[in-house]
């Protein structure tokens, strides 16, 4: 397993070192240094790649939003609703879970926008989608690992973002569709993202003329 990076605010690894500049105090989305534009959009991937993932593999979908604040407030930067009896196999699940960060960092890196320190930051910004992963895990008896070293009683966190950078692999263009159609809209149903992402799997009905 490659070195992961303890970071020195909390007890968090990364699979990229912190930047200095964080820990002089500047913060995530100064470190990104993306405009509003680019940042709704890398926000939209991120929620895209969520959605597609739902779809995929049976989650039932009520919508997808961008927030208007973008994340730059005390909430979110976006989020995909979930709701409805369902069940899914636990890797599924976790796969799920990961797929917006790796999401970001593919798509940073085929715009040729990718640097190691805007990478940290789609960790960092998506710390609940791990431990949403690890909650999940352990409901199912499995521990979830960072960090370094092997994961001989559990499951290692990087064999999961692995997976899902398989999983996308096939399903990208449908996250890019699904992604720019987010970033114009800001919300969408779940009927209304599936039929952008080309998908016909599990989504909320909604009131009639919602988009």
């Known amino acids: 397993m490659s070195e992961w990076h303890l970071n020195s605010d909390q007890p968090l690894y990364t699979r990229h070192a912190e930047p200095a500049s964080w820990q002089a105090g500047r913060n995530l989305y100064d470190i990104l240094a993306f405009d509003d534009a680019l940042l709704r959009r890398t926000i939209a991937v991120h929620e895209a790649a969520h959605a597609v993932m739902h779809f995929a593999f049976g989650i039932p979908v009520e919508e997808i939003r961008i927030a208007d604040a973008l994340g730059k407030d005390t909430g979110p930067g976006g989020w995909v609703k979930s709701t409805g009896a369902w069940s899914v196999p636990y890797m599924r699940y976790l796969t799920m879970c990961a797929a917006g960060e790796r999401a970001q960092d593919r798509w940073m890196r085929e715009q040729g926008l990718w640097t190691p320190e805007r990478a940290w930051v789609c960790e960092r910004t998506a710390t609940e989608d791990r431990n949403q992963a690890a909650r999940s895990a352990r409901d199912c008896g499995l521990q979830l690992h960072f960090g370094t070293g092997p994961a001989r ?4 966190y990087r064999a999961v973002q692995d997976t899902a950078e398989a999983a996308l692999a096939p399903l990208w263009d ?6 720019a159609a987010a970033d114009t809209h800001g919300r969408l149903s779940g009927h209304a993202a599936a039929g952008h992402a080309r998908l016909a799997h599990t989504a909320i009905v909604c009131p009639e003329g919602a988009s």
């Open 153 to 156: 009683d559990g499951l290692h």
């Open 174 to 179: 449908r996250v890019m569709n699904l992604a």
